[in-house]
């Protein structure tokens, strides 16, 4: 068996010993996020999740940062705001992880959106966002849009207009939010799931779970118990007697990748989809184009979620349009996948796609705080807001000031001192982008071991360093966990990094105390993981 590490030895005898201010059910982006502001207010804050941090939908995102210009078709002002504003905070305390991605919007002939309903509608995005976005948006002509992407269908193509989001590492994003918390003192534990509550005088006062690594059980006693566990939302508030409705309506999103080479994308393109006029978007990616998303009534709380051919072909047919030079197939799909958006919204059309993205806080019957719906982009709010409910005289959360980890100075700072010492580029760029000021501490990991700063495989640009630094500072327990989200290597190749898999393996053997047998498990489970995350069905 392999060894437990010390990590979380201590975290399970803190556990043993201590009584919690608040324990959080999730590690996704919510959880850690509520996670990272309770500790910052100095409650004692313990956080369990059943798999990996952001093994759910936060690492099955677009990866983006955004105000939600498609919400405004749907009235949603308020979240429009909300989201501008926490695109500006995200921009500044993790400006390694959250960075400005100018979006095209190319108009055609006939468009839904015209191009001036889509300069109105951009005005109005600009003014919600309170004229603070990196710019404000610009109005294109027909020549200006094609000059900015050469590839575009130019036929019938009438002008456009230039915009600012942002893009972002969803999975490392969630990941410093549990460092942080974990720096200001909470007990964090992934692969530990909670089996159900400690009642005491009919209030839940704690948590059941069961290790993963061990098989042992064990009890987490804590004042406040909080529900953030997205599309399982439903499953735990049954675990406090509540099975009269659902809460959480869910909505399946998938995204595929392609090579970049093909499509020849030079920015971010918003698209309208040729058959249901739905706004979509074909992402730079590296050396990858992300093309999504669909929006689609899904079961909440699936244990797996899987894109479907019908999927991958209606994205597939979107960007033909937009991109005819590219004739992409299925063959050209590197990856697919998908995640389930919790909606806090239940719907009586079906129509998943004018659901409010908004959120909902409420206590249950036994105490239990369960936070649903929400986005990406709105979580660190979202987090603020529940802090406030279970502790409402902490005062105010310094969130939105206190820099994420590795987000203490500029991407351009640190981008400038990492060139003294990677002259690879793409592995300066890849290792600042993914830990900003703490690049470093990876890359000193080569200082006795030169070959752990060598790539994994000649085509990507991840270090043999990141996976025992995975594994030492960033609570990594399996090779998913290194290779789908500590990384996103299983994403950008073609076979999932199975490939790469074996050697990962022994680089982290060592370190993780893996007998032979404990590789040879340790790769099945990675196939099993593969399978479950990428693999595309027929529905």
Not at 57 to 78: F, P
Not at 419 to 437: F, Q
Not at 443 to 472: D, N, Q
């Amino acid at each position: 068996m392999a060894e437990i590490p010390a990590w979380r030895t201590a975290v399970r005898r803190r556990f043993s010993v201590e009584s919690f201010d608040v324990a959080i059910v999730g590690g996704g982006i919510t959880g850690a996020g509520i996670a990272r502001d309770a500790a910052l207010r100095g409650l004692r804050v313990a956080l369990l999740e059943a798999n990996d941090f952001a093994s759910g939908t936060s690492s099955r995102s677009s990866r983006l940062i955004h105000g939600g210009v498609r919400y405004l078709e749907h009235g949603h002002l308020h979240l429009v705001f909300e989201s501008s504003r926490e695109r500006r905070t995200l921009l500044r305390i993790a400006p390694h992880l959250v960075r400005p991605l100018a979006f095209t919007w190319p108009v055609y002939r006939g468009a839904r959106i015209s191009r001036a309903k889509l300069s109105l509608g951009l005005g109005l995005y600009d003014a919600l966002s309170m004229f603070r976005n990196v710019e404000g948006h610009e109005s294109l002509s027909r020549r200006e849009v094609l000059a900015r992407e050469p590839r575009l269908q130019p036929e019938d193509l009438v002008g456009g207009a230039r915009y600012y989001d942002a893009a972002t590492d969803d999975s490392r994003l969630a990941l410093a939010n549990v460092i942080a918390a974990v720096e200001a003192g909470g007990a964090v534990l992934n692969h530990a799931k909670v089996t159900g509550f400690e009642m005491v005088g009919g209030r839940a006062q704690g948590l059941r779970a069961r290790d993963a690594m061990t098989g042992d059980s064990f009890v987490v006693r804590a004042a406040t118990i909080v529900n953030a566990t997205g599309p399982w939302s439903d499953e735990v508030r049954a675990m406090e007697g509540r099975v009269d409705s659902r809460s959480v309506t869910g909505s399946r999103g998938a995204h595929i990748a392609v090579p970049r080479a093909r499509v020849d994308n030079r920015g971010a393109i918003t698209m309208i989809h040729p058959a249901d006029g739905r706004v979509l978007f074909t992402l730079p990616a590296g050396e990858q184009t992300i093309i999504g998303t669909t929006d689609i009534p899904t079961t909440p709380g699936k244990s797996e979620s899987k894109a479907t051919h019908p999927e991958v072909a209606y994205l597939i047919a979107a960007a033909n349009v937009y991109f005819p030079n590219a004739a992409l197939t299925p063959d050209d799909v590197i990856a697919a996948w998908s995640g389930i958006r919790p909606l806090a919204q239940q719907l009586s059309s079906g129509d998943v796609g004018s659901a409010s993205r908004e959120h909902t806080i409420a206590r249950g019957p036994r105490g239990v705080v369960h936070v649903t719906g929400g986005k990406l982009t709105t979580y660190r709010e979202m987090a603020s807001q529940v802090v406030d409910m279970i502790d409402p005289n902490g005062g105010t959360g310094r969130t939105a000031v206190v820099p994420l980890p590795g987000g203490e100075q500029s991407l351009e700072d640190v981008q400038g001192a990492a060139a003294e010492s990677i002259h690879d580029d793409a592995v300066r760029d890849r290792l600042v982008m993914a830990c900003g000021t703490r690049w470093r501490d990876v890359w000193e990991l080569g200082a006795s071991h030169p070959a752990l700063r060598e790539r994994l495989s000649p085509s990507h640009a991840v270090i043999g360093a990141e996976m025992v630094y995975g594994v030492r500072q960033e609570m990594a327990l399996t090779l998913g966990d290194l290779l789908v989200r500590r990384t996103h290597l299983a994403f950008e190749s073609a076979d999932q990094a199975l490939a790469v898999a074996p050697v990962v393996a022994e680089l982290v053997a060592p370190v993780m105390g893996w007998s032979s047998a404990d590789r040879d498990a340790a790769l099945g489970a990675y196939e099993v993981e593969v399978a479950a995350t990428f693999a595309v069905t027929s529905a």
